[in-house]
T-cell receptor
Framework: DGGITQSPKYLFRKEGQNVTLSCEQNLNHDAMYWYRQDPGQGLRLIYY???????QKGDIAEGYSVSREKKESFPLTVTSAQKNPTAFYLCASRARSGNTIYFGEGSWLTVV | GIQVEQSPPDLILQEGANSTLRCNFS?????LQWFHQNPWGQLINLFY???GTKQNGRLSATTVATERYSLLYISSSQTTDSGVYFC???????????FGAGTRLAVHP
C-alpha cells in the first residue's frame, strides 16, 4: 500500500543527545514537510522540501536539521540545541500536481 | 504571516446532533484544507476547499474566499467523529500550510 511511514513511533532520549526521526514515502510525491505538535496545540512547520537536495526553513526551524538526498526520504534530526524537544512530530507529503497534503502516523519524542 | 483562528475551541455533542465549525483567516489564501485528527494522532485530509462547497457523506464544507472564512458541517454526528478538527491555509503552489489551533470534538453516545 502507498503511504508515509514514520519511525520510530515512540522515542525516549536523554537531554543533550541528538535524535533522528525517519520519514519515508512511496507516493512519488515531490514535496515533503515536517510539523511539530505540542499537547492541545495546532501544527507548526519545521522544514519543508520541494525537490531533492533542496529544503527551506519553516516557522520553528531552530534546533532542527533535515536532509533530502532521495525523493522518498526526508529525515529530521532534533539536535541538542532544541530547547524543548518533547513533542509529537508529523511528516507529510504532497504531489507536484496536487493540493492535498497527506500525513504519516507521527512520532512521539520524549526527552528526559 | 497568515493567522488562522478556529472556533469553537471545544465542542461536546450527543450522538446524532449536527454541528458547525468555523475557520477565519487574516489574509487571503488559495489553498485551504480541513483535517481530522483521531485520538491516536493520525491526521486525515477531509477537504481541499479554497472556495465553494463540497460534500462527502455526513460532512460538508463551505469556503467564502472573499470574506476569508470556511465552515465545516458535521451532520448526524457519531462517536467516531470525535477528535480534533484542523483547518489550514496557504498561498502558492508548494508554499507551507498554516494550521489553526483546532476544534476538539467529543461525541457521546
Amino acid at each position: 500500500d502507498g503511504g508515509i511511514t514514520q519511525s520510530p513511533k515512540y522515542l525516549f532520549r536523554k537531554e543533550g543527545q541528538n535524535v533522528t526521526l525517519s520519514c519515508e514515502q512511496n507516493l512519488n510525491h515531490d514535496a515533503m514537510y515536517w510539523y511539530r505538535q505540542d499537547p492541545g496545540q495546532g501544527l507548526r512547520l519545521i522544514y519543508y522540501s520541494q525537490i531533492v537536495n533542496d529544503f527551506q526553513k519553516g516557522d520553528i526551524a531552530e534546533g532542527y536539521s533535515v536532509s533530502r538526498e532521495k525523493k522518498e526520504s526526508f529525515p529530521l534530526t532534533v539536535t541538542s540545541a532544541q530547547k524543548n524537544p518533547t513533542a509529537f512530530y508529523l511528516c507529510a507529503s504532497r504531489a507536484r500536481s496536487g493540493n492535498t497534503i497527506y500525513f504519516g502516523e507521527g512520532s512521539w519524542l520524549t526527552v528526559v | 504571516g497568515i493567522q488562522v483562528e478556529q472556533s469553537p475551541p471545544d465542542l461536546i455533542l450527543q450522538e446524532g446532533a449536527n454541528s458547525t465549525l468555523r475557520c477565519n483567516f487574516s489574509d487571503s489564501v488559495n489553498n485551504l484544507q480541513w483535517f481530522h485528527q483521531n485520538p491516536w494522532g493520525q491526521l486525515i485530509n477531509l477537504f481541499y476547499i479554497p472556495s465553494g462547497t463540497k460534500q462527502n457523506g455526513r460532512l460538508s464544507a463551505t469556503t467564502v474566499a472573499t470574506e476569508r472564512y470556511s465552515l465545516l458541517y458535521i451532520s448526524s454526528s457519531q462517536t467516531t467523529d470525535s477528535g480534533v478538527y484542523f483547518c489550514a491555509g496557504g498561498n502558492g503552489g508548494y508554499n507551507k500550510l498554516i494550521f489553526g489551533a483546532g476544534t476538539r470534538l467529543a461525541v457521546h453516545p
